[in-house]
């Protein structure tokens, strides 16, 4: 069983930054894609950010396009979730997922292994 554990949220003023990680019990081995979600009670689960653990390939959601940027690190089996000129809209729990298959979906259903999330508030 894949385990992922987040770290790196908290709280910050407009327009910062934080870098959320991500660690993984097994990386390149059995997992293909890691994503980055976000969830607000009451919202579904958004889509953030993916990457492919072989090609690096990435894909983001519009609404964070130029602010975030979603990286990796294998010989440390964690990714990273660097977050600039955050905005109050950005709140919310912000999960890891990861998947056997190398896909870049955008899609809470697609991923079988999730993290128990991080808090991340931003304030105006």
């Known amino acids: 069983q894949v385990q992922l554990v987040e770290s790196g949220g908290g709280s910050v003023q407009g327009g910062g930054s934080l870098r959320l990680s991500c660690t993984g019990s097994?990386?390149?081995?059995?997992?293909?894609?890691m994503a980055w979600f976000r969830q607000v009670p009451g919202n579904e689960r958004e889509g953030v950010a993916v990457i492919l653990t072989g090609s690096g390939g990435t894909r983001y959601a519009d609404s964070v396009k130029g602010r975030f940027a979603i990286s990796q690190d294998k010989m440390k089996n964690t990714m990273y979730l660097q977050m600039n000129v955050l905005q109050p809209e950005d709140t919310a729990m912000y999960y890891c997922?990861?998947?056997?298959?190398?896909?870049?979906?955008?899609?809470?259903?697609?991923?079988?292994?999730w993290g128990q999330g991080t808090q991340v508030t931003v304030s105006s």
């Open positions: 097994e990386y390149t081995a059995r997992i293909k894609s």
């Open positions: 997922a990861a998947k056997p298959i190398a896909t870049l979906s955008l899609l809470s259903y697609t991923y079988n292994y």
